[in-house]
């Protein structure tokens, strides 16, 4: 089974003088549920980061920050950030969770 991927927009940063957005706070959470009823297991992991922006008012296709969606956002965000990578390294991060590979403790 393979984690559901969810994208969403943290925080904007902008210029006030012309409400052009300048940096984007973003995260994707990962989740995956093995097993069902009682004994199901839910791992999850998280990825958070920031993209910069130039917003250019003169620009035909600016937005201004009252009408900006989450939608034109993640867009702006994931043509920065490969959104294949970020979503194999969370499930690389699922996948060591459910089988892990080392491990800590004491025998006693």
């Not at 990578?85 to 800590?104: C, N, R, V």
Request: charged share 20%; proline share 4%; glycine share 6%.
């Amino acid at each position: 089974m393979a984690a559901t991927f969810t994208w969403t927009i943290a925080n904007l940063e902008r210029n006030t003088s012309d409400d052009g957005v300048t940096i984007a706070h973003w995260r994707c959470d990962a989740t995956e549920t093995v097993g069902s009823g009682d004994s199901a297991v839910t791992h999850t992991a998280s990825s958070y980061g920031t993209t910069s922006h130039t917003p250019d008012a003169s620009d035909p296709s600016f937005i201004a920050y009252a009408s900006i969606t989450e939608a034109d956002v993640l867009g702006w965000v994931h043509a920065q950030v490969t959104q294949a990578d970020t979503e194999a390294a969370l499930q690389a991060k699922i996948d060591e969770a459910k089988t892990p590979t080392t491990a800590s403790g004491k025998p006693w």
